[in-house]
């Protein structure tokens, strides 16, 4: 059974920085892609990155890209999501989810296994 477990949220002021993980259980971690979404009240999970199994692509919405960095570290089971320059429009749960297929899929139905979520809020 594959279990996905992030951490790392929390409150931070508008500008600041947050580093979330996301450790992966129970599965072979380096043959998935690993992304990152994120859901603010009343909204869909959107896309926010994603990482491919070789490490070597990563896609960003444009929202984030520039401010957040997607990486991964095969030999402690984790994905990181590096967020910098935070904005009040960032506040969401972020959830981070892996993928069978390896390759770097961007759609919530493409991904097998989900965590539960951690939630960040950026205060103005």
């Known amino acids: 059974q594959v279990q996905l477990v992030e951490s790392g949220g929390g409150l931070v002021e508008a500008g600041g920085s947050l580093r979330l993980s996301c450790v992966v259980s129970?599965?072979?971690?380096?043959?998935?892609?690993l992304g990152w979404f994120r859901q603010a009240p009343g909204k869909e999970r959107e896309f926010v990155a994603v990482i491919s199994w070789t490490g070597r692509t990563t896609y960003y919405a444009g929202s984030v890209k520039g401010r957040f960095t997607i990486s991964k570290d095969n030999a402690k089971n984790t994905v990181y999501l590096q967020m910098n320059s935070l904005k009040d429009e960032d506040t969401a749960t972020y959830y981070c989810?892996?993928?069978?297929?390896?390759?770097?899929?961007?759609?919530?139905?493409?991904?097998?296994?989900w965590g539960q979520g951690t939630q960040v809020t950026v205060s103005s």
């Open positions: 129970g599965g072979t971690f380096s043959d998935y892609a």
């Open positions: 989810a892996a993928a069978k297929t390896g390759w770097a899929v961007t759609t919530p139905a493409e991904f097998d296994y």
